[in-house]
């Protein structure tokens, strides 16, 4: 073992993601050369543990002989979503009882007024006791400890499994909440307690209770799985502690995940972007776009000089703020399950709705009945109806055909082969939305970057929505359909701190800023020392949440070093506000919001040389060419070859229209595309221009 890294670099070491379709494993055998084994099973919803565990018994490889195993879940995102969350009760100050559910004033239509909005707490389970903190820290009201008691009573025997205490201006002097839960912790019978500042540390009440309450209604559900699936792996042999993502795109030991649940909130997305930046920063691209696209969604992220991009200010859905920093992924429902329809008034759609995994596209041979952007794939030559992963019955091509001509040509007065096309149009034009979303819409020129390809669909589309962007190089990585497990085993350990100043940076005590940033670099290097994998190096990040006096926006500014001047600090957010709006505005006071620390524990590089079998290719590009067939691109038939990505040679160069398959995924080449391999055997593909 080496005593460095905490895993020997002989280790065998897992990467398990559960997807909303498929559970996707990769396993490196460091002790057979970095062996690779892969698995694609179909998620079980009912229970997650069960595909994590199908998966692993898969590859033929004991669960026993396992070193570390590191798992993206997506558990809580799918609580909070579909709103299955545990029992919650919040004790708060006196008069502030409705701040999670009064929020700010946005709709949740911008051009609607009417919406639906559920507080993730009722408000009978919303309690009020005496006390006040002011924003400075000063105690005006003390905290009544007799009412603290009574309500946690009450909560209790309203059946509450998890508790809050969110005081007003905890983040400026603490003392009531840690009494609070004191009093609490003598009564409530599980460790199922959160203080809003010790998640959350920020002056927005409304955001800050949110957060809690996100994170209190999801521990116990968080706390079960993770038993489910520990008393799961334990009874098959392995008997370590295993790590979890976290959305911060950083990982955590299960044994300390449930304490700050809200932050795997977004896990199984921000997996595959760290997976992205390791794999495109190997490949010598800093900058990309990453193109996530799954059974049921599109995730979509920017890597700017091959760090993702992290933000503490994510909503994960209107009026559910959770202000704990993760991976800044914005996310459109179009998947290859995702549907197509005409509406009541004749346009086409497609998505949100989707098949899912059960019964999933037509093509799935599960009594799917809906056609699909999988099946318009599929109609138009692009996937092979004899390489399906996931199907339990053969279906015939010609169901589909029928069935894309009955639900979609006839109301559109178009033939099926047209109306698969049609679908996959708007597919990524919706798709192309969102990579504008987080390029173009925050300042990005799409141009300046390469787009990142992969998921189980992403290499399907990723070409046509490069040159719809102008987007001009594609990066297919050698595993697309398996990316998000391994950035399970690329990820390093993260730990992140905030804290509220709320100062204009003229005035700023610059001996207070260095001792919060220092205080909380301290307590990172801290909690990285209690993981179960100890890391080959730390490295701390710091940064401040600014904005001019008198605005609302924040803006995240990277800092040199704890040791930052009042100066320093003015010019950076200058520097950066200029950057994100091309202004200039010296005469503004800039404002000092929250002090931002991630401590970073770097793992052991892992060689991505051997995701493909480097036996197993071919000499030269024509032992790849496996047949062609008829492949539909704008508007006409193509006689397309296609290859077998096992067996491309690592020096492989073609053109397009191609078709490429491997395991995992299929990957399409446009005509006027040209394609290379790298060594670790990415295929780097040069848009063509529009015909």
């Known amino acids: 073992m080496d005593e460095k890294t905490g ?54 490889f004991p669960i026993a002989g396992i070193d570390l195993l590191v798992h993206g879940t997506t558990t809580t995102t799918n609580a909070v979503l579909e709103r299955r969350l545990a029992r919650t009760g919040m004790i708060t100050t006196a008069g502030f009882r409705d701040v999670i559910e009064l929020g700010r004033r946005t709709r949740p239509q911008a051009y609607g007024m009417t919406g639906v909005f559920v507080p993730v707490i009722p408000r009978d389970l919303r309690l009020e006791v005496a006390e006040r903190i002011e924003a400075s820290g000063a105690v005006r009201v003390p905290l009544d400890a007799e009412e603290v008691k009574a309500a946690v009573r009450k909560l209790l025997d309203a059946g509450c499994e998890s508790l809050v205490i969110h005081f007003l201006h905890a983040y400026a002097n603490p003392v009531h909440e840690l009494r609070a839960a004191e009093l609490a912790a003598e009564l409530w019978p599980n460790g199922h307690v959160t203080m809003g500042h010790a998640l959350l540390s920020e002056a927005r009440e409304f955001e800050r209770g949110v957060t809690a309450a996100v994170n209190a209604s999801v521990q116990p559900i968080l706390e079960r799985y993770v038993g489910r699936l520990r008393a799961e792996l334990q009874s098959r042999g392995y008997a370590r502690e295993f790590l979890v993502m976290n959305g911060n795109g950083g990982m955590i030991s299960a044994g300390l995940v449930t304490r700050e649940a809200a932050k795997t909130v977004m896990s199984g997305p921000a997996s595959g972007v760290m997976a992205a930046a390791y794999t495109a920063r190997r490949a010598g691209f800093a900058n990309v776009i990453t193109y996530d696209m799954g059974g049921t969604s599109t995730d979509v992220a920017l890597i700017r000089g091959a760090q993702p991009a992290v933000s503490n200010e994510i909503e994960i859905e209107y009026a559910m703020p959770i202000h704990v920093p993760m991976v800044d992924v914005h996310t459109v429902g179009a998947g290859g399950g995702s549907i197509a329809r005409v509406d009541d008034a004749g346009l086409l ?81 919706k798709m192309a939305g969102a990579v504008r979303m987080v390029s173009i819409a925050r300042g990005n020129d799409p141009r300046d970057f390469a787009l990142f390809a992969f998921g189980g669909a992403g290499p399907l589309h990723a070409t046509a929505l490069a040159r719809e962007l102008g987007i001009p190089r594609v990066i297919v990585p050698a595993r697309p359909g398996i990316t998000n497990a391994l950035g399970c085993v690329v990820a390093d350990l993260r730990h992140d701190f905030v804290r509220t100043v709320n100062q204009p940076v003229a005035g700023l005590d610059e001996a207070a800023v260095r001792d919060i940033l220092e205080t909380q670099a301290a307590e990172g290097r801290e909690a990285i020392g209690r993981e179960a994998v100890k890391p080959a190096a730390v490295r701390i990040v710091h940064s401040a949440d600014m904005q001019f006096v008198g605005q609302t926006h924040l803006l995240n500014v990277p800092l040199p070093s704890a040791a930052v001047d009042r100066y320093v600090l003015q010019s950076l957010f200058e520097k950066a506000y200029f950057a994100r709006f091309k202004v200039e505005l010296p005469e503004i006071r800039a404002n000092l919001v929250n002090l931002n620390t991630s401590i970073i524990g770097e793992r052991a590089p892992v060689d991505l040389s051997t995701l493909i079998d480097p036996s197993g290719r071919g000499a030269a590009l024509a032992d790849a060419l496996l047949h062609t067939r008829p492949v539909w691109f704008d508007g006409t038939w193509h006689d397309t070859p296609v290859y077998d990505r096992e067996r491309l040679p690592l020096d492989a160069s073609f053109e397009g229209p191609a078709i490429v398959e491997q395991m995992d995924a299929t990957t ?24």
């Open 349 to 429: 759609r497609v998505g949100p709705e989707s098949a899912g995994a059960m019964p999933g596209p037509i093509c799935y041979g599960r009594g799917g009945t809906e056609p699909t952007i999988s099946d318009a794939n599929l109609l138009l030559g692009r996937l092979n109806a004899k390489k399906l992963l996931s199907v339990d019955g053969a279906v015939d091509v010609e169901f589909i055909r029928d069935t894309f001509a009955r639900t979609l040509g006839q109301r559109l007065g178009v033939d099926a082969t047209t109306a698969a096309g049609a679908v996959l149009t708007i597919a990524n034009t």
């Open 668 to 691: 399409v080449i446009e005509p006027g595309d040209r394609v290379r391999s790298d060594v670790d055997g990415n295929l780097i593909v040069e848009v063509g221009k529009s015909a």
């Open 7 to 60: 895993v020997s670099p002989a280790a065998v070491v897992a990467g398990v993601d559960v997807g909303g379709t498929f559970t996707d494993l990769i396993l490196i055998d460091g002790r057979d050369g970095g062996k690779v084994r892969l698995a694609k099973t179909p998620t079980t919803l009912d229970n997650q543990a069960f595909g994590v565990v199908k998966a692993l018994e898969s590859i033929d």
